[in-house]
């Protein structure tokens, strides 16, 4: 059973880059079988995908990033990471990450979720 | 972008009721509509996807309908245990969630 966690560092300071890091257990994350996403959500809100990585590399970004977010995969060490430049109190939220099957009818629903991490931005 | 709009935001029911929970899209969407459950400090929990597909272990009390931008997510007896917050999501193009719909006991 797939199995996930992520770390990162609690509290960023604001104009700062936030750097994730979500590691997978009990499968590979270069399998074609699954691919690989973040979502977020600020304290008592809801849910806002942020993006999402295939095995290959190619990742899609939810637009209202505005290009502050970058996502890649180390295979080397079974985990995939996720950074957020020019941070604002607006980015504080639980970051999640959570895996996607890649194959229909379930290509796009986040089947398994790691327990979820709070970054604070604040100075 | 695709918007999600769900209603009610909160509802209000007592064990036993069955209840309806509506997701709107903002352009159709297909089947391609999921159903979430979280409860508080947790990861949200997948219930229902392509509409009406019941996730493995999903209780049956649960079910899904809908097409193209009008979606439902119905609970036939409410279970102590059902009270939380609920999310759909389209995945259609890339994903959006809905805002949320908190069910609460009356």
């Known amino acids: 059973q797939l199995q996930l966690q992520e770390s990162g560092p609690g509290l960023v300071k604001p104009s700062e880059t936030l750097s994730l890091n979500c590691s997978v257990s009990?499968?590979?994350?270069?399998?074609?079988?699954?691919?690989w996403g973040w979502i977020r959500q600020p304290p008592g809100k809801g849910l806002e995908w942020m993006g999402s990585?295939?095995?290959?590399?190619?990742?899609y970004y939810n637009p209202s990033l505005k290009g502050r977010g970058t996502m890649s995969v180390d295979t080397s060490k079974n985990q995939y990471s996720l950074s957020v430049n020019s941070l604002t109190a607006a980015d504080t939220a639980v970051y999640y990450c959570?895996?996607?099957?890649?194959?229909?009818?379930?290509?796009?629903?986040?089947?398994?979720w790691g327990l979820g991490t709070l970054v604070i931005v604040s100075s | 972008d695709i918007q999600m709009t769900q209603s009610p935001s909160t509802l209000s029911a007592s064990v036993g009721d069955r209840v309806t929970i509506t997701c709107r899209a903002s352009?159709?969407?297909?089947?391609?509509l999921a159903w979430y459950q979280q409860k508080p400090g947790k990861a949200p929990n997948l219930l229902i996807f392509?509409?009406?597909s019941l996730e493995s272990g999903v209780p049956s009390r649960f079910s899904g309908s809908g097409s193209g931008t009008e979606f439902t997510l119905t609970i036939s007896s409410l279970q102590p245990d059902d009270f939380a917050t609920y999310y759909c999501?389209?995945?259609?193009?890339?994903?959006?969630f809905g805002q949320g719909t908190k069910l609460e006991i009356k």
């Open positions: 959570a895996m996607t099957y890649s194959s229909d009818p379930k290509a796009g629903t986040f089947d398994i």
């Open positions: 009990g499968g590979s994350i270069s399998s074609s079988a699954y691919y």
């Open positions: 990585i295939f095995y290959d590399g190619t990742t």
């Open positions: 352009q159709s969407i297909g089947s391609w």
């Open positions: 392509k509409t009406s």
């Open positions: 999501q389209q995945y259609h193009t890339y994903s959006t």
